[in-house]
């Protein structure tokens, strides 16, 4: 089984600074590893994912996240951030090799940019 | 547009009676997930069809829930007796289904609220 863990349930964060979320994950096996993000009212979007190969992997938006295999963390970082940046940050993760049918979120966190 | 569409937006009953939402993929994909996401949390996993088999069911998915997808194209969700605690964000996902990773499309949601 596995299960996601989002250390921070929100982040404040004035604009041009910047963020990182945090992300651990646990699992048995190997695992895919994304993160999404959800505006008020709307369904999720595809930020970034960590399939194989370079750890370090660039989404959209300006987005970044460093897959970290011995500490079984996916950090979410932006080095300056906009005031649209604010939303809710979720990290799955999802088996390969087994069940195609499953995403297991985090409970997400709230970053909120001030001007 | 061609997006993961997902009808009602927003449902409220009353406690005890049914529902039914309905989801269309995108055409092309053969895989439909459903989650349910509740206040201060991740989405959580539901159900999943490929084509108009359903081939995985969560534990979260009790008898009184039900979900079809006839014709492999679109799907419906009931829910039969509505609770209070089924109060919550419904989301729809579709993928291709063609190789081991398929990057999954969510809908806007349905947001029930049962009074």
């Known amino acids: 089984a596995q299960s996601v863990t989002q250390l921070d349930s929100q982040v404040p964060v004035f604009e041009e600074a910047p963020v990182e979320l945090r992300c651990n994950y646990s699992s048995s096996v190997s695992v895919y590893l994304f993160w999404y993000v959800q505006y008020p009212n709307q369904g999720l979007q595809l930020l970034l994912k960590y399939l194989s190969g370079s750890t370090l992997v660039k989404g959209i938006n300006g987005f970044e996240a460093e897959f970290n295999k011995s500490q079984t963390s996916f950090h979410l970082r932006k080095p300056s951030v906009h005031i649209s940046d604010t939303a809710e940050y979720f990290c799955?993760?999802?088996?390969?090799?087994?069940?195609?049918?499953?995403?297991?979120f985090g409970k997400g966190t709230k970053l909120s940019v001030k001007p | 547009d061609t997006g993961v569409s997902q009808d009602p937006r927003h449902k409220i009953t009353k406690r005890g009676q049914n529902v039914t939402f309905r989801c269309d993929p995108i055409s092309e994909h053969n895989r439909l997930y459903w989650y349910r996401q509740t206040l201060g949390q991740g989405p959580e996993f539901l159900t999943y069809?490929?084509?108009?088999?359903?081939?995985?069911k969560s534990r979260l998915l009790s008898d009184r829930f039900s979900a079809e997808r006839p014709k492999g194209s679109f799907s419906t969700l009931e829910i039969q007796r509505t609770e209070q605690g089924d109060s919550a964000m419904y989301l729809c996902a579709s993928s291709r289904g063609d190789s081991s990773y398929n990057e999954q499309f969510f809908g806007p949601g349905t947001r029930l609220t049962v009074l």
């Open positions: 799955a993760v999802s088996s390969y090799g087994g069940s195609q049918g499953n995403l297991i």
């Open positions: 069809f490929q084509n108009e088999a359903q081939l995985e």
